[in-house]
């Protein structure tokens, strides 16, 4: 007769963690506090310590860590931002920036680290496990929702929703005055976004840089689409739109159709904060525990993601050079309903 036996977590740890760090990188999310969160208590519970970088990369090189506990995080999951900040670090593309990260890192005892952020995030952590022993496992943070492998990046829902809300009081004003308003928002490479918020708001154009089409829908509808509906407009422009971004789409409207009255605005960092939704909290939670897990489970250099809701680990070197494709069919979506 044989028994199962459940060995403690302490037991099965195969890489024998004693201390891990976490840190925000790349542009903020609505979400990343409650991932910080996630990842400390979860470490915790496993009796590791837990130490925070703040500043991002920077942070690493400069060696600015400070000590998590449980009643550090307490409080946090419900606010916009990061509590231990973030930013780009261009020195910390070099190697003498990752050695210095390096030995600082070694210099705190850190067996392993858990970044929240986006591709570039991840690309920095690839390179640094690559040259170094040290583990890296990432947690998809950025509102844009465009890295490969993943469906969901955290932030993502809460930013879509603060575009709706703005574009349905823009559409309060445009409906009042009779007047096109070109709304542009986030998505410098990638117009999922756009699309969304285009598409739950009612928008009758939507630009973003996957596509060219919307040009000539755009051209109707100023044309003969504005003319029939005698009402307003509503285009949603992706700043990576390749024909420049709102404001210079809008100029050219301006000289071809002098007749229409024509607005610009650019909702720009609004749509990087407040209060996370609660799918958004809910993720970031189930990764943050997945992030940790992975560590313990001695994997390095991968990315949480979700897939059809489930927690999947994506290898660093994935998520990072495959492109992360939208679902165009939405457009046609958008067409059909704009009929």
Known sequence: MTTNTI???????????????????????????????????????KKLKVTGIRHGYQGMIDGDFIPLTASDVSGIIQSGGTILKTGRCEAFKTPEGRQQAYQHLKRAEIDAVVVIGGDGSFSGAMEMSQEFDVSFVGIPATIDNDIYGTDYTI?????????????DKIRDTARSHGRIFFVEVMGHEAGL???????????EVILIPESTEQHEELEWFLNKGYK?????GIIIVAEGDETGGAMKIAEKVKVEHPDLDVRVTILGHIQRGGSPSAK?????????????????????????????EKI?????NKAVKL?????????????LMNF
């Open 193 to 203: 976004l756009a699309l969304d918020s285009g598409i739950a708001s009612g928008a």
């Open 228 to 232: 029939q509906k005698e009402s307003s």
């Open 280 to 308: 958004d909290r809910i993720n970031a939670t189930r990764m943050g525990v997945a992030a940790v897990e992975a560590l313990f489970d001695d994997q390095k250099s991968i990315m949480i993601g979700l897939v059809n």
């Open 7 to 45: 060995l403690p977590d302490v037991l099965q740890n195969k890489r024998k963690l004693n201390k891990i760090a976490v840190f925000t990188s790349g542009g903020d999310a609505p979400g990343m506090n409650a991932a910080i969160r996630a990842v400390t208590r979860a470490a915790i519970s």
């Open 323 to 335: 492109n992360h494709s939208i679902d165009l069919s939405l457009l046609e979506i958008q067409r």
């Open 155 to 167: 932030g993502y829902e809460t930013a879509l929703n603060t575009v709706v809300d703005a574009v």
């Open 312 to 316: 999947v680990q994506v290898p660093f």
